[in-house]
């Protein structure tokens, strides 16, 4: 009976190495004060009741830092960063921690459920546009939104700070939020496929170096053939009209090009994750299967 008990304990320890996931340490945990890159920030939506601050703040993980510098965006802010509406409502909340050159651009939203249309492969896009390098970004709303807003917020944070961000750089990055979150919804095309396809013109402006509107033209038609997704002519139109701009605005992807490619295997892998989860899958059948054999063995 001893045996048989001890095996038990043995068969749920296995299990629940294999099933739960290892704990990873979060890069935006208890660091102290960095006096070189200055203190984290924090800038909550205005529309936020005190309780749902009080959960956002915990979603943030605010409480892991010694000290923040915390600010509110508002609706006239939407207004005067991207020009949005001015008696919009904000709720999309955001924590930026600066980190050292070449660390690069890393976002999470760690409200998922929440934000209904904007990726983080989208906020990095849109981020990289604006001009917005080397930090930790965390994205959280209390309530379900779009995600459009939480732009505006990080723009706040950068000005709060004296960081001055190129306001058509802004606007443009905006702009292509909105498109990339219109295609997916009236187009009916992946998101992420519609992230993959952002990245990829943008490394090819970088290789490339167009010159004129037709050479761009050319390569927004180049990278929708080689993603095979058809869009409506109004919808490619809207691209090149985007990537015109920055052509106009000598925005320099070379800068940010090793992001450009670590955005395109990470939006690959999110494209291939099907095959992930049914390998994940069929490890798992595999493994009880043999498990179930082996306890088998051991009482016949």
Known sequence: MKTRV???????????AFALPSSISASTGDQGINEKLGLPIVVYGEALSE?????????????????????????????????????????????IIHQDHAEGLNIDIVTPDNITQVTKEMYTNALLTAGVENAD????????????SALTGIYKAYDAKGVKLDEDRMKVAS?????????????GVDRDEISKLLTEIKKQIAEQDPATRE????????????????????DR??????????????????QVQNQLEDLTGS???????????????????NFFKSLSNFINSLFN
């Open 175 to 187: 702009d292509e939020l909105d498109i990339a979150t219109d295609i997916a919804e009236e187009e």
């Open 267 to 285: 939006i690959q892998d999110l494209i291939n994750d099907d095959g992930f989860w049914n390998s994940l899958r069929n490890a798992v059948q």
């Open 137 to 148: 970004v965390l994205v959280a709303s209390s309530v379900k939104v779009s995600g459009h």
């Open 51 to 95: 309780a749902q601050k009080t959960d956002v703040a915990e979603l943030l993980e605010v409480n892991k830092h010694d000290q923040v510098d915390e600010f509110t965006v508002n609706g006239q802010d939407l207004a005067n960063y991207i020009g949005g509406n001015p008696n919009s409502n904000m709720y999309s909340s955001v924590k």
């Open 237 to 254: 139109q809207r691209l090149i009209d985007l990537f015109e701009q920055m052509r106009n605005l000598n925005i320099n992807f070379d």
């Open 6 to 16: 001890s095996l038990w304990m043995l068969i749920a320890v296995l299990f629940t």
């Open 215 to 234: 050479e761009i033209e050319q390569i927004v038609q180049d990278q929708l053939q080689s993603l095979n997704i058809e869009l409506s002519e109004e």
